[in-house]
């Protein structure tokens, strides 16, 4: 009887750890998208701001030149994402980077806000 009881917490453990790791890798798979994009956003950014360090200003058509070949992955993923179309992409990055106060816009360029 001792044996039947510990075999059987034994099996309920395993499938309460195995339904916590599922609902875990559901809500992983399911925030994936918006991280990836979260991501892209902001390494284009980065590439931003690390062109406004080196000049004083930055055209729209530069921006789409400098985020064209960005790529965002995270560790434990096979899926990968890529700008497709810099056009979308630059607004979506100009409007982020405005958001969050990291540039400023001055006529037809955009300088680092101060």
């Known amino acids: 009887m001792d044996n039947f009881k510990f075999t059987l917490i034994g099996i309920l453990l395993f499938a309460i750890s195995t339904s916590i ?3 875990w890798g559901l ?3 399911m925030k994936q998208t ?8 902001t390494k284009g950014a980065n590439k931003v701001m690390a062109y406004l360090k080196k000049n004083d200003s930055i055209s729209k058509k530069e921006i789409q030149d400098l985020v064209s070949d960005i790529k965002a992955s995270e560790f434990y993923s096979k899926k ?3 700008v497709q179309n810099e056009i979308e992409f630059t607004n979506t990055l100009i409007s982020f980077m405005l958001d969050k106060n990291l540039i ?6 955009y300088c680092r806000s101060k």
């Open 21 to 23: 790791l599922y609902v």
């Open 27 to 29: 809500k992983k798979s």
């Open 34 to 41: 918006a991280t990836l994009k979260e991501m892209l956003l």
């Open 80 to 82: 990968t994402v890529v």
């Open 104 to 109: 400023v816009k001055e006529k037809n360029t």
